[in-house]
Structures are given as C-alpha cells and as structure tokens.
C-alpha cells in the first residue's frame, strides 16, 4: 500500500459513526441522561450512607455485648453490662414471613388470574380498584382490626389445627390468646396479599395474546392455556411480586406489635404466644432504651437491613436464570 494514501485515509467507520451519533444527540437526551445517571448514583451513596451508620453504631453495641449476638435467648441491653442476641427476633420475622407467603402468594395468583383471564369485564374491573385500594391501608388499621377481631375468632382454628395436627408438636394449642406467630403470620399475609396480586394481575395481562388464541385454536383447554402461555411469560413477575411482599412482611412493625404478645423463648408450637421480630422490637423497646439499648436495636436493624439485600438479591438470580420469559 501507498504510504501517503494510508496516512491520508480517513478514520475507521466506527468512530465516524459515533462522531456523528454524538452530534446529533439533542441536548434534551444529554439532560435526561445526566439526570439518569445522577439519580442512580445518588441511590447507591444514600444506600451506603445507610449501611455505614447502620455498621458504626452497631459496632459500638456490639463491642460492648457480654452474649453472643447472634445465639442469645435475652434482651438486655439496657443493664449493666449489656445482654443481647437476635435469636428470637431472626426466628420470628422468617417464620411469621415464611408463613404469610405461604399463605399469601398462591391465593394471590389465584386472584390475580380470575381478574386477568375469567372474570367478566363488569366485574373484573371493580375488584381490581378494590385490591389496589386494599394496598393502602395503612398498617396500624390491620393491626387494630388483627387484635380486635382477628385474635379472638382463631380459636376454633387453632383447636381444629390441634385435633388434627397437633401430633407433630409444630400445631400443639393448650388455649390461651392468639397471639403467636402463626396469627402475625395470617396478618401479614393478608397485608401482602393485595402487593403480590396487582402486580400479578398486571403481568398477567401483558401475556401475549397471539400465544393464547394459537393454544384456544389448537383445541387447548383455559387452563392449559393458562399453564402454557400466562403462567410462564409471568414467572418472573410473580416472583418479583412475591419478593416485594416479603419485604413488606419483613419489615412490617405496627401492625405486628399491636397483634404479639412480645417474648424472647422461642416455643416448639407456632400456636404458643409470644416471640418477635426485628421490626416489633424497634418499635416496642427504642423508647424507652439508653445510649446502649438503642445502639443494640440499630445493630437489630443491620441485620434486617442485611437480610432485605439478601432477599433481593436471590430475586434477582432467580429472575436472571428466566431471562426467556422477561420480554
């Protein structure tokens, strides 16, 4: 090749196509962008920030624990020397959150499927204004509504749960109040369960059409339908839905301190009252706690805070691994 028409010859076709990219961005594009882009830093320092004084002040308790943080049956953090471990509150926040989607998270899709592809439009639409009005209740509204009317009308539940499961020693009911995790557990469920069906509902209703009506015209039944074309393409979205109502569940505090009976034994039935959670303690105890007691309870909260990134983070592998039905 000719040395001059080589050093002559313009710049790869590349680069002049981003030259011009470049040049005819509008300058309403390069705001929007900036914007963007600021607002998603501005996330990640606010959630660092968090994690930071979260980690600092619950490295002040921590240093001065004579338990074991993590294994100690016993909330003192007020005494001198402080006493105090998460045991019970773990247990209670992920079984009573367990529970509830359980619960929560079938019905929800049951619900989310009878508006989107078998109710009538008359009907369908007013249900679903109702279940999104059921989202904004607030959360002391079921807590007064769990300890006034939902706690006195579960012993007949728990008696039946006792004659037929009592055996397994998980269902064991020796009377009393119904103030137990299996209670807060039925509470949150219904908490959650106006979360996960509206967002169900909408994935549902995004499924492709074609999809439906090829499976209707090769002589598939509704719900073959439903099981080859709705319930695939929305997977990934009822799990997204799903882990949003388990971080409302694992969160949740007023209503959940208004309902339990608060102590730190953790019983072998989920019907004997007592337990708790991470949120119910805060809520409960940061009143009356000292400089100690409230550094301990942050230190609560960085493990909730902890197991919420946790959370999310399964969610997103999960939804990763089926990336196929997110379109």
Do not use: C
């Amino acid at each position: 090749m000719d040395i001059t028409s080589a050093t002559t010859a313009g710049p790869p076709p590349g680069q002049v196509a981003a030259r011009k990219a470049r040049a005819t961005t509008r300058p309403g594009d390069r705001i929007f962008l900036a914007l963007s882009r600021g607002s998603g830093i501005l996330l990640l320092v606010i959630m660092a920030a968090i994690a930071v004084f979260l980690t600092v002040r619950a490295t002040n308790a921590l240093s001065r624990n004579e338990g074991n943080f993590f294994t100690t049956f016993e909330w003192s953090a007020n005494s001198t020397p402080p006493v105090f471990g998460i045991a019970v509150l773990a247990f209670g926040t992920v079984v009573s959150s367990l529970i509830a989607m359980l619960i929560a998270v079938p019905v929800a899709i049951g619900i989310a499927l009878f508006i989107s592809h078998y109710a009538p439009r008359r009907l369908a639409t007013p249900l679903s204004y109702v279940i999104d009005l059921l989202a904004a209740v607030p959360s002391i509204v079921y807590g007064l509504w769990g300890a006034l009317f939902l706690v006195p009308h579960l012993g007949g539940l728990y008696s039946w749960l006792d004659d037929h499961l009592g055996w397994t020693g998980i269902f064991e009911y020796n009377d009393g109040a119904a103030r137990s995790l299996f209670t807060i557990g039925i509470l949150l469920a219904i908490m959650i369960l106006p979360i996960v069906t509206s967002v169900s509902r909408e994935v549902f209703l995004q499924a492709p059409k074609m999809h439906e009506e090829a499976a209707l015209a090769l002589g598939a039944t509704r719900w073959e339908v439903i099981r080859m074309a709705v319930l695939p393409f929305g997977r990934s979205g009822v799990i997204s839905a799903s882990m949003l109502g388990l971080g409302r569940a694992l969160g949740e505090t007023m209503a959940v301190a208004t309902v339990l009976s608060p102590s730190f034994v953790i019983g072998k039935s989920l019907l004997d009252p007592g337990g708790g959670t991470f949120a119910q303690n805060i809520a409960s105890s940061f009143k009356e706690s000292g400089e100690i007691g409230k550094d301990a309870l942050i230190a609560s909260g960085l493990v909730l805070f902890v197991l919420t990134l946790l959370v999310n983070g399964a969610a997103r592998m999960i939804i990763a691994r089926r990336k196929e039905y997110t379109a």
